[in-house]
């Protein structure tokens, strides 16, 4: 049997396309916003309830519809954007696709309600599921307010999909920061559930925009771009060197004032920051590039999100020179608000990385060799460690003639390269990397403490206050029973706001902010979920030791002795937590064949 063919009806052709341009809240609250830019808003207000399924909201100033247009703007393909295909080529709206609004009222309940400023009186239209109910006249300011509720009501595969409503909110969110950043002249307004989230006044600068998303401190990582060639501007901000996350979250590339990106921009920021940030991580970017608009084909992708350009080699040449020369010229004369920071670094002979106080520098070291661990350092030298001057070694019932220690004994020559301590050994010379070893020898007192349900939490005399990314404050929500076993006291304070009023007593002194900032943002990737509980506990010791230890920009003589007797002690002395190498021995033997003397 033949099954005869028969033409989709509209509602049902529209329901399908549905899907390439709607696939969750954050979606409808992106091509409202961006129908509301195009319709040349001072001011939008969005509004939603129950991360987005229950309702999304979305009022304009911008110039309104009569009531033909207001009906027309339904249909599928109907748009004011362009007229013909060339049309592309030189669009400068948001929109050109003319599928949103058809797709969005065809799978939720759907209000419009419009008014130009020229008419006495509004229209207002309601939809079900892609059926107009009723159209009325209606007193209403000169604008546009569109309200989505119940998405997905009748498409219940596609409701299955969407995720609990923090995480739908952290979308939305993620989707208002975006214009937030590329419209800093309009003011706008996020309302999450009748809590206002942000409120961003009009009329700023870029700038002015990041203190208000971020904050004051935030902005002072950032270095100026702005840049020009072939008729290519590149303007915005990157970050400094110092300053990268583990993915490209926090990235955002604006083409001719569309969120968008390409693969080679990527690429090109990579090789932009190449030896100046560790490899797998990614710097902070907020960058506009606008070109003539023939130079980019932006209709790609039905979301508009991917674009291709004309002369890929190009822009990417010219992205790449652009960041360069902002992060390497001192920008006196730019015209910018932002603060200049000094990017070349000076010399690490004269501003270490790490102060060592009271380190030995011509005289000879005369200090008693250190009995570290083996048998044959107890009948040289019967003094135990903790004779010394030094503070009492970690786990005093632990057997440490029964570890095998990298050496025996040891003595602390110098430091070179503002940070890395230069040791003798009695197999060679041994350098280490202080902060590495810091790093594995809290690391692993932290996961015996977790393991052992022996974690302390140690009250801070002032409660902090953290405020964070809404990507970070999602992971720090998700995960507090976590956090409270390993000993952070952490609370909500509204907002992505948090108060910290213990942190785990092993970090010692350390700004509960750095650490939880962190400690959310090593959760970045594939999520705590996935792996098992121990998996995310060393996750989070690992993020937290490595904070702890960033902080320290100091050590005395005694501090580092005591890093080498704890080191010899550790489970996996060679690397710290992150797999970097705590220790490079260059034996005796090795130097005398260097040296020629083998
Ligand atoms: P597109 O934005 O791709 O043109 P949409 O489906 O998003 O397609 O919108 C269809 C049309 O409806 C737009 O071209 C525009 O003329 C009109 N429109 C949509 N939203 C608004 C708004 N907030 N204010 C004024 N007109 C609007
Ligand atoms: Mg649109």
């Not at 989709?8 to 409202?32: C, F, T, Y």
């Not at 520098?361 to 030094?390: C, G, H, K, N, W």
Request: aromatic letters at 6%; a negative charge.
């Amino acid at each position: 049997m033949v099954t005869p063919i028969h033409v989709l009806s509209d509602q049902v052709a529209n329901k399908i396309a549905a899907g390439e341009v709607v696939d969750r809240p954050a979606s409808v609250v992106k091509e409202l916003m961006e129908n509301a830019l195009d319709a040349g808003a001072t001011h939008i207000d969005v509004e939603i309830v129950s991360g987005g399924r229950k309702l999304i909201s979305v009022s304009d100033n911008g110039h309104g519809m009569d009531r033909d247009n207001a009906l027309l703007s339904l249909e599928r393909h109907a748009t004011s954007k362009i007229k013909d295909v060339d049309d592309i080529e030189r669009v400068d709206t948001l929109g050109f696709r003319g599928e949103a609004l058809a797709a969005i009222a065809s799978v939720s309940r759907f209000s419009l309600t419009t008014r130009t400023a020229e008419a006495l009186c509004g229209t207002e239209i309601t939809v079900s599921g892609g059926k107009i109910q009723d159209v009325q006249e209606r007193g209403c300011p000169p604008g546009t307010k569109m309200q989505v509720r119940n998405l997905f009501f009748n498409v219940p595969a596609r409701r299955k999909f969407l995720r609990t409503e923090q995480t739908e909110q952290s979308h939305v969110r993620q989707v208002f920061l975006v214009y937030g950043l590329s419209y800093p002249a309009v003011d706008l307004k996020l309302t999450v559930d009748s809590r206002e989230l942000y409120r961003l006044a009009g009329g700023a600068t870029l700038e002015e925009r990041l203190r208000d998303l971020y904050s004051a401190a935030f902005v002072e990582t950032l270095r100026v771009v702005s840049y020009e060639q072939d008729g290519v501007k590149i303007t915005g901000c990157v970050g400094l060197p110092q300053t990268h996350r583990g993915d490209r979250s926090e990235q955002y590339i604006f083409i001719n004032g569309r969120p968008a990106s390409a693969p080679i921009l990527g690429a090109a920021i990579n090789e932009a920051y190449q030896t100046l940030i560790p490899k797998g991580r990614y710097p902070l970017v907020f960058l506009f590039i606008e070109l003539d608009p023939s130079m980019v084909d932006i209709n790609v992708h039905p979301t508009k999100k991917e674009v291709r350009f004309r002369r890929p080699g190009l822009v990417r040449d010219i992205l790449i020179e652009s960041i360069r020369s902002a992060l390497t010229t001192a920008s006196a004369g730019s015209d910018s608000a932002l603060p200049t920071m000094p990017v070349q670094e000076e010399s690490r002979f004269t501003k270490p990385i790490l102060k060592i106080e009271n380190m030995p520098t011509t005289r000879t070291f005369q200090y008693p060799r250190m009995p570290l661990i083996s048998e044959e350092t107890a009948q040289v030298d019967t003094r135990e460690p903790s004779s010394s001057s030094l503070p009492l070694p970690l786990n005093d019932e632990q057997d440490i003639s029964s570890k095998n220690g990298p050496w025996t004994s040891c003595r602390v020559l110098g430091q070179v390269g503002g940070l890395y301590v230069i040791l003798e050994t009695e197999g060679g010379l041994v350098l280490m990397d202080p902060h590495a070893a810091h790093e594995r020898i809290l690391f692993e007192r932290f996961m015996n403490e977790v393991l052992g349900h022996k974690v302390k939490g140690q009250g801070l005399l002032v409660p902090e206050t953290v405020e964070l990314g809404p990507q970070d404050a999602l992971r720090v929500r998700k995960n507090m029973t976590l956090f409270e076993k390993m000993g952070f006291g952490i609370s909500e304070f509204g907002g992505d706001t948090f108060i910290v009023d213990a942190i785990p007593n092993c970090l010692g002194n350390v700004s509960a902010l750095s650490v939880l900032a962190d400690v959310a943002h090593s959760f970045e990737r594939g999520g705590a979920r996935g792996g098992t509980e121990k998996w995310a506990e060393e996750k989070v010791a690992r993020a937290a030791c490595r904070a702890a230890v960033k902080a320290r920009d100091k050590l005395t003589l005694e501090e580092i002795e005591q890093l080498v007797v704890d080191l010899a002690r550790a489970e996996m002395p060679y690397t710290c937590p992150h797999g970097r190498p705590t220790l490079i021995l260059m034996s005796f033997p090795e130097l005398d064949k260097k040296f020629g003397r083998a």
